[in-house]
């Protein structure tokens, strides 16, 4: 067996080594974070007056999926979660099921759900994962601007929950459950 064979051979081995060694960085990340007393990421910072009230959430005019400028704004009366995330991104792909859940649930309540996604590839790559995701709210294509708009935060996903009069009410570092997503909407509604 040549060497160009034996690295073919080992090529499957390799890969799924690596995406399981992530995959347990990612998941014992706060147990040893907590063990060695590393102090957790804190949660993004809500943008707050000088009088210490909420500020708007800011606005954005980004592109859906379909090429449609899709703005903050347009959802004014409506209690919106924010969702930065991103195809490569696994914590985000584990959330998908409870954000789905969560616009079925309370779609017709008032709450739109609006995945803002940090893809580089553009939205055809995103179009298609959300057709394979079987994503039912919208996606439009952000940038790290917006990004710094909502403080600059570092991890995706992260989520932001907009009230019916456009301040942000909470934030959320890290994936969402269902339940995260249903106990910051419900007293919006």
């Not at 709450?111 to 995701?133: M, Y």
Request: charged letters at 20%; hydrophobic letters at 40%.
């Amino acid at each position: 067996m040549n060497t160009q064979q034996s690295s073919t051979l080992l090529r499957p081995f390799v890969s799924r080594a690596l995406i399981s060694l992530v995959i347990l960085l990612c998941a014992t990340g706060p147990v040893w974070n907590k063990a060695y007393g590393i102090e957790a990421e804190p949660e993004p910072a809500l943008a707050r007056t000088a009088d210490g009230a909420l500020k708007s959430a800011p606005d954005f005019n980004l592109k859906d999926l379909s090429g449609k400028t899709v703005k903050l704004s347009d959802f004014k009366g409506k209690v919106v979660v924010l969702n930065f995330w991103a195809t490569w991104c696994g914590p985000c792909r584990a959330e998908i099921p409870a954000l789905i859940k969560a616009r079925n649930q309370y779609h017709d309540k008032g709450v739109e759900i609006i995945g803002i996604s940090l893809d580089d590839d553009g939205s055809e790559s995103v179009a298609a994962f959300a057709k394979q995701f079987k994503i039912n709210y919208p996606i439009v294509i952000g940038t790290l601007k917006d990004v710094n708009n909502y403080g600059s935060f570092d991890s995706i996903p992260t989520t932001f929950v907009v009230d019916r009069e456009g301040k942000i009410r909470s934030s959320h570092l890290g994936m969402v459950s269902f339940g995260d997503v249903e106990n910051a909407v419900k007293p919006l509604l």
